[in-house]
């Protein structure tokens, strides 16, 4: 059994989105694929329930809402014929979410200073 999870991008900023690929091959005594879970590392996570085959793939999107860095992690639950549940996780993916950066354009004025002038003594 293997699943390959892929995530992009891996790089972004605060309320940016990502989409996570989960690919899948069930093991030869599997009778179902049950369900896949991706954890996004922020704790929430996205749950794609049956029907499901048992090879495939699937798509996941998700918006970061903090700057951070996050582990993403899917696992892929089956049944095996004899009826027992297992789980396989796959690799992890790391996705760095920064905060965004507002530049806010200053205006500055410069103000034009008079001569001083003094007086010079008379005789």
């Avoid at 922020?42 to 998700?62: F, K, Q, R, V």
């Avoid at 993403?72 to 027992?84: N, Q």
């Avoid at 297992?86 to 760095?96: A, G, K, L, P």
């Amino acid at each position: 059994m293997t699943v390959t999870l892929s995530v992009t991008p891996t790089t972004l900023q605060v309320n940016q989105s990502v989409t996570a690929t989960v690919s899948w091959t069930a093991p030869l005594n599997a009778v179902s694929t049950d369900q896949i879970t991706i954890a996004w590392g922020d704790g929430t996570s996205t749950t794609i329930p049956a029907p499901l085959p048992l090879d495939g793939s699937t798509t996941a999107s998700h918006t970061y809402t903090a700057a951070g860095t996050f582990t993403v992690v899917a696992t892929v639950y089956y049944t095996l014929e004899d009826l027992t549940p297992i789980s396989e996780q796959s690799n992890t993916v790391t996705v760095t979410v920064t905060a965004v950066v507002t530049v806010t354009k200053a205006v500055v004025a410069v103000g034009l200073v008079a001569p001083t002038v003094v007086a010079g003594r008379g005789r």
